[in-house]
């Protein structure tokens, strides 16, 4: 066996790095106060901001490790550093809210650094065994984290998360395991040459189709979305939207690298399949949306709306000529709705209160008169949301609704047109509610909060003037 060399733990050394720290912490918190968790979650903020300034650095470098089976560039640096953010802004919202609601426990910020670890090496993926490792490392520790409460929603969240999660891994290890019997590697590269040297075999297409499942369940895409609902709703407010977020990255680069380069010859067959998956879930999100008064349900339909859109990006991936800006597009708009995701999640937070008080879209009645700064930040990603100026939404599905016209779906285009009038209803149906209804709401004021919401709402709108340099960024991260 091939002793590995020092190329191959430079490939992996973000990684490393934040697995290290997750253990050390886990150490350390033993000997931290339980009224002095805070500490915790600062160390835990620090190492993710270390690991983000390393993986920072390692932007432009293509290398591969460990006989082919771990990548590193610009793709899974790319979506490496939008994890990290999104594992720092899930430390920065439950900071506080883990205190308010008597969970503030140091475990809770070592299962988010091992998810996020998970998270990274999902990206890193070039062989389907390190996809299921990634996989299952990024998964049990949100099992238990949306089960963090311990109290009876949170526990029935955290169940129907692993039992769901569980049945979809096995189709994921059922398809890997079919793919290799049909060209006998589980190497991405392997596969595609194997694939191309011959017809696709009826059993790899199988085995393609069975890992998609799998990925879709990860992406809450329908009609594998039926989890989301209950667990975003059940789950502690800030595990909800660390999920929200870091899960979507993870699951759309394993889908966007093991499609793209194991299965280019499948396109014939799953480019259907995608285009169906894409529509169905923009409809089933948007409409089912439409009559939920929790604002968590909300989201939750809302995050799998949104899959769909991110999915529009993918349907070309077997046309050559525009697969290149569709993955540019899908990862500008998980940029766009990372940043989204948590300023409409800290506002939530903001407002909910002990027993899952503070959560119906009503209580946000009077809001903008007694809080005319958060209303205005929450009316910005309500906009976003919905692809309406002055935002990044607006940039996103632009570049998003092109790249599906570019590659000849224009049908599909003008469905991701229509659901998103259709999403407007519901999302302004928030910003009534504050600006147009009486109330008295009263808010948690908390720094990290109060970070969050400024800072992702002035981002949103001043880099939709000037979107082109973070295109361009996503641009250099595609897949070559």
């Not at 969970?103 to 890193?124: D, P």
């Amino acid at each position: 066996m091939t002793q590995p060399t020092f190329t191959d733990y430079y490939s992996i050394l973000p990684f490393t790095i934040l697995i290290a720290w997750a253990c050390l912490l886990l150490l350390v918190d033993l000997f931290i106060p339980k009224d002095r968790k805070s500490v915790t979650a600062s160390i835990a903020a620090l190492g993710l901001a270390v690991t983000l300034g390393y993986g920072v650095s390692q932007f432009g470098k293509s290398v591969t490790g460990f006989s082919g089976m771990v990548v590193l560039d610009g793709f899974s640096t790319f979506a490496s550093v939008l994890v990290l953010v999104s594992g720092l802004f899930g430390v920065i919202l439950a900071y506080g809210y883990a205190r308010r609601m008597n969970i503030q426990r140091g475990e809770y910020y070592t299962l988010l650094l091992f998810s996020v670890a998970g998270m990274m090496l999902m990206a890193q993926a070039a062989d389907l065994i390190i996809v299921f490792l990634a996989l299952e490392l990024l998964s049990i520790p949100l099992y238990v984290l949306a089960a963090y409460s311990r109290n009876l929603e949170s526990e029935e969240a955290g169940v129907k998360y692993f039992l769901l999660g569980a049945f979809a891994t096995g189709f994921v290890v059922y398809g890997s395991a079919l793919v290799f019997g049909a060209t006998g590697t589980t190497s991405l590269t392997g596969i595609f040459f194997a694939a191309s040297n011959g017809t696709p075999s009826l059993l790899l297409s199988i085995g393609a189709a069975l890992i998609l499942v799998g990925f879709g369940f990860k992406v809450a895409a329908a009609p594998f979305h039926m989890w989301t609902p209950d667990v975003y709703q059940g789950a502690p407010t800030s595990v909800t939207a660390f999920m929200a977020a870091g899960a979507k990255i993870a699951g759309f680069a394993a889908l966007l690298r093991v499609f793209s380069v194991a299965f280019p010859t499948l396109s014939a067959d799953m480019t259907n399949i995608l285009w169906v998956l894409s529509v169905l879930t923009m409809i089933v999100g948007n409409f089912v949306a439409l009559s939920q008064t929790n604002i968590k349900r909300m989201l939750a339909y809302s995050s799998i709306a949104h899959a769909g859109y991110i999915l529009m990006a993918f349907v070309p991936y077997g046309n050559k000529d525009v697969i290149a800006s569709s993955v540019a597009a899908g990862l500008f708009y998980l940029m766009t709705y990372v940043l989204t995701n948590f300023g409409a999640w800290a506002v939530v937070i903001s407002l909910e209160k002990a027993e899952g008080k503070g959560l119906e879209i009503t209580d946000y009645a009077g809001l903008a008169k007694k809080y005319p700064t958060l209303a205005a930040a929450m009316t910005i990603f309500m906009l976003s949301f919905i692809g309406l100026p002055p935002t990044l939404g607006l940039v996103g599905k632009f570049y998003l609704f092109r790249s599906a016209v570019s590659g000849g779906f224009i049908g599909l285009a003008l469905i991701g047109v229509f659901t998103s009038l259709v999403s407007a209803y519901y999302y302004l149906r928030v910003v009534v509610q504050m600006y147009m209804k009486e109330g008295d709401p009263v808010i948690e004021r908390e720094p990290g909060l109060a970070f969050t919401t400024t800072l992702t709402s002035v981002v949103i709108v001043v880099m939709s003037f000037v979107p082109q340099w973070l295109f361009l960024l996503a641009s250099q991260a595609v897949l070559k």
